[in-house]
Nanobody
């Protein structure tokens, strides 16, 4: 059964850091671009970053450039999102997903399998 399991979320103060993990199972992660999305209460799901299958192409939404870093370890079937200098506006549920397209900015419609999400709350 194909699935993703995210972890690493939590409550952090502004300026703090979190590292999210997304573990894939049920398919060969190596072949796919993987994206991270987030959704704040009352807002649409937003693409945050993606990484291609061989880690030589990444992209970030402008609001997280210079603060977030996406990476992957195909041997561990895991994609990571290192989040530094967190801001209250980074609060939301973070999801990883498998891409059908490498279009940017990413649309949720171009992603076929999703994890259950992990909550990130940035607050003092």
């Amino acid at each position: 059964q194909l699935q993703f399991v995210e972890s690493g979320g939590g409550l952090v103060q502004p300026g703090g850091s979190l590292r999210l993990s997304c573990v894939a199972s049920g398919f060969t992660l190596d072949y796919y671009t993987i994206g991270w999305f987030r959704q704040a209460p009352g807002k649409e799901r937003e693409g945050v970053s993606y990484i291609n299958s061989v880690s030589d192409w990444t992209n970030y939404v402008d609001s997280v450039k210079g603060r977030f870093t996406i990476s992957r370890d195909n041997a561990k079937k895991t994609v990571y999102l290192q989040m530094n200098s967190l801001k209250p506006e980074d609060t939301g549920v973070y999801y990883c997903a498998r891409a059908l397209s490498s279009a940017w900015p990413p649309s949720p419609l171009d992603y076929d399998y999703w994890g259950q999400g992990t909550q990130v709350t940035v607050s003092s």
